[in-house]
Structure formats: C-alpha cells, structure tokens
C-alpha cells in the first residue's frame, strides 16, 4: 500500500507532500519534517515484492539496506546527502536531502559542449568518490543527476543509488534493459555475477554525455552485440561537436570493458581540450584505436620510407649533399702561398 499525502511518519516527525515517482521496485516522496524542511524520502514497493521470488526479494532488501550505509561513505557536494534510515510498518524507508533543481533528462537537448562538460565532470567527480569506495552506481544515466544552482553556479547531483553493488558482485536483479536504462549500460549490467569495475559506470557517464550532446538515446549494447546494430557517432548526429570529445564518448562506449579508459579520472581527461598539437593524446588515441587506424598507420610509415628514398637520390645531385674529397683538384689554386726565390 502507497502512501498518500497527509500521511505522517514516525509518529509525525515526517508527513507527506506527494509521490515523485514509482521505479521499478521502490517508490520516492517528497515529505516534510517538523521544521518545515523538505526532504526526500524512498522505499521499496511492498506491493511488487510479494510477487517476486525470495531469494530476490531478501537480495533487493539488503540491497536497499545496503544503500543508507553506502550513502554514509559516500560523502561529496555531487552526492544526494543521506539523513536517516528507519523502517515504517512493514517499509524501510530512506530518507535523503531534497535537491530542489532540474532533471537533466528534462532539460532541452542538445546542450552546449561546455555545459554539458561541466556537468559530466561533476558527476565523473562523484562517480570518483563512489568507486574509492569499492562501489559500482550501476545506473547512471541523464534522469538520476539532477541540475541544481547553488551560489548562483549550477551543478549537477547524482541521486538514485538503489542500484549500487561493489565490484565483482553483481545485483540478482540483473535482465533486459527497461525503456528507462535502455540505452545507458553496459554489457556487464545486463548478466548476473558478471565482474564489474568502475569501466561499467563509465559505459554509462559516455552514454549520458551522449545523450546531452545529440538529444538522442544511443543503441543498445545488447543491440549493437546480438543484432550487430552500429553504433552511430555523435558527431555525425551533431557536428557541433569536437572531434577530442566524439572520439572520448566512443572510447567510453566499447563493448569490451578493457578497451575503457581504466578509471574516470582517465576517461575525463580524454574529454579535456587538447593543446594545438597535443603529441600524447594523438599517439594514445591511434594507439587505442590500432586496428581501425591501421590504413593510416601503413600511409605514414610508407610516406616516411618514400621520403627517406628521396633524399637519398637528391645527394646525387644537390651540392649541398656531395662528399668534398680530401684532396684539391689539380687545378685548383695552391691554399699556401709560394715562397718569392731569394734576390
């Protein structure tokens, strides 16, 4: 049974202003303590837990559970802050700061690069945080950060941490992608006791940043694998886009989590504006990407044989090139001048 506004918690210590929004398994309200301090409060639909089976059910309480302990560690002005943990009747309830602002989903698409940069920063900044702590978010995507302004400089939150598991632990509720993630995870996040890092989260930061670039939903991984479906650059959707991010967003999106940048502090690198002629970041890049270069690594390497051949048939004929002899010429004048005969 939901709950309805007017409804008080904890003997009225919390009373509801109205539902937010109905997930898959939880339900999230808006409430109000005593001090007329709004806050956010989530718990499981008891509802859609009676129809699951019970190993996946305790699995999803001690996830959910897991979650206020997860949110203490995970401390950082880009995290939903957590308040208290209690349970209700049969709910266990969370309860979080409210982040009054903007669903970036809700924002219009595309934003400018620059903003859109500067949020996925941020949130790359709190995915840093969460996987110091040997975490995985596992749902990132455009409708969990929220866009809020805080003296007056916006910056993006990211909330909905129900998902959160540690690395080689995956969560039993693995399985096809909903409308809602479609689009934004991995393929680790689609198969149960896959082994998963931060690379995973990655993945999801790429297909965010995306999405806010295009205003369009990248395909499926499971897609782009079973159906061999390709992936359409962004820069082909929006042109605007520079080439050092089109090539960052694809980088973050292989399918192969070892083909990832290793951390989000170095996929947010790749990101960064190169200088003029950032020698590193052209050699990671054709490195990185060997086997789609290698035309352009043969045209180099045989320009530079070409070139080589050519100078060596310019010594022939060029001064400049030609080996002087260690001898004068016989009709060259005498360099020491001749003794006068004595008078």
């Known amino acids: ?167 080689s632990d995956y969560n039993s509720m693995a399985g096809p992608p909903n409308e809602k993630t479609r689009g934004f995870r991995s393929p680790e996040l689609h198969t149960r006791n896959s082994d998963l890092t931060g690379t995973s989260d990655i993945y999801s930061l790429a297909a965010t940043l995306y999405v806010l670039l295009t205003g369009k939903k990248p395909v499926d991984v499971k897609e782009r694998i079973i159906d061999n479906v390709h992936l359409v650059q962004p820069q082909q959707i929006n042109p605007k886009i520079t080439d050092h991010v089109n090539k960052a967003i694809l980088m973050g999106m292989e399918i192969k989590p070892e083909k990832r940048p290793k951390s989000v502090i170095e996929w947010l690198k790749q990101i960064e504006k190169p200088s003029k002629f950032d020698f590193k970041f052209f050699w990671n890049w054709h490195i990185w990407n060997w086997d789609k270069n290698l035309p352009l690594w043969t045209l180099v390497i045989s320009a530079i044989a070409a070139f080589g051949t050519l100078l060596s048939g310019m010594a022939g004929w060029i001064p400049i090139f030609k080996v002087q002899p260690d001898n004068p010429p016989l009709h060259a004048p005498n360099p020491m001048p001749t003794k006068k005969p004595y008078n």
């Open 1 to 167: 049974m939901a709950w309805v506004a007017g409804d008080q918690l904890q003997g009225g210590k919390y009373t509801i202003e109205k539902e937010l929004r109905r997930g898959r398994f939880g339900i999230t309200y808006l409430v109000k303590n005593k001090n007329g301090d709004r806050q956010i409060i989530k718990t499981l639909d008891v509802s859609s837990l009676i129809s699951m089976d019970p190993l996946d059910r305790d699995s999803l309480e001690t996830r959910f559970c897991r979650e206020a302990v997860i949110l203490t560690f995970c401390k950082h002005q880009y995290i939903v802050q957590f308040a208290e943990f209690f349970k209700e009747a049969e709910h266990w309830c969370l309860v979080m700061e409210y982040v009054a602002g903007v669903i970036l989903d809700d924002l219009p698409l595309p934003l400018p690069e620059k903003d859109a940069l500067d949020y996925i920063q941020q949130i790359g900044e709190a995915l840093t945080v969460v996987h110091e702590n040997n975490l995985i978010h596992g749902d990132v995507r455009p409708e969990n950060i929220i866009l809020r302004v805080r003296e007056g400089i916006p910056e993006a939150v990211l909330v909905d941490f129900d998902f959160v598991h540690g690395e």
